[in-house]
């Protein structure tokens, strides 16, 4: 079987284009012995920051990705980015539908399946977040809500190309937060997350989706969040920010 971990920093609005040259810069050192068949590394700068990144991990193990796209392809849209612009950038992967965009900018499953589309038909490698909010999961909605997301979010996509998208499981109410899911409660979860892959794509594609847990993973706790059979690697807010921090969660995951 053996999906490959994939750890994906998002920088959200922090870092500009000399901190995250300088960021960059310092996880390299750090990363040198990770072996890039092992593991996918990415780091998901804001995009003033990408044209700043991209020169100093141009050919190393370290991935390029942005954290939003827009599904049109030019156009009047004020503040958006499109497929093709991200891609002139030299990114490679795309996060879509984190649930701050999803909270505070009107984001929708509608608008994540149109993001999807384009960033795929661009030949971007989306991460695309699904998550419950606290009173969801404390009100006993969380499968309701997710099945909700994933059946909007994946509409249309046919088997071969959802295997290849990255799932975010991110639990909101663990996000920035410093409480993380216990990998019990992420583990439960995940296996439902794959488990309708399954039933709305079939069970080879199911087994080939890599599911990323996020919110408030750490060091600390990355090793027994990936160890998890469905937990195939981490989303990282906070913890992304500082080199040395960020290479010790990735050697912890690779450590499961
Ligand atoms: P966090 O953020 O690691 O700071 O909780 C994760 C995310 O929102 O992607």
């Not at 509409?155 to 920035?176: F, H, K, N």
């Not at 990998?183 to 439902?192: C, L, S």
């Not at 600390?220 to 469905?230: I, T, W």
Request: net charge negative; aromatic share 6%.
């Amino acid at each position: 079987m053996g999906r490959k971990v994939i750890i994906a920093g998002n920088w959200k609005m922090n870092k500009t284009g000399a901190e995250g040259r300088a960021l960059v810069e310092a996880l390299l050192k750090e990363v040198a012995s990770f072996d890039p068949a092992e593991v996918d590394i990415v780091v998901c700068p804001p995009f003033t920051t990408l044209a700043e990144v991209r020169p100093v991990i141009a050919g190393t193990k370290v991935k390029l990705g942005a954290q939003n796209v827009h599904w049109e392809d030019h156009g009047a849209f004020t503040g958006e980015i499109s497929a093709a612009m991200l891609k002139e950038a030299g990114v490679e992967y795309v996060i879509i539908g984190h649930s701050e965009r999803r909270q505070y900018f009107g984001e929708t499953d509608e608008t994540v399946n149109r993001r999807l589309q384009a960033a795929l038909k661009a030949g971007l490698k989306p991460i695309v977040c699904i998550g419950e909010l606290l009173e969801e999961r404390e009100g006993g909605r969380t499968e309701e809500v997710l099945r909700k997301q994933i059946r909007g979010g994946f509409a249309g996509l046919d088997a071969a190309t959802m295997a290849g998208v990255v799932i975010a499981y991110e639990p909101v109410w663990a996000i920035g937060t410093g409480r993380t899911a216990t990998p019990q409660i992420a583990e439960e979860t995940q296996a439902f997350i794959r488990a309708e892959v399954a039933a709305l794509f079939g069970a080879d594609c199911a087994e080939k989706v890599r599911i990323q847990y996020g919110g408030s993973m750490k060091a600390a706790n990355a090793r027994e969040l990936v160890a998890q059979k469905d937990i195939d690697g981490g989303l990282i807010g906070g913890a992304a920010l500082e080199a040395s921090g960020f290479a010790k969660l990735i050697s912890e995951a690779l450590a499961k």
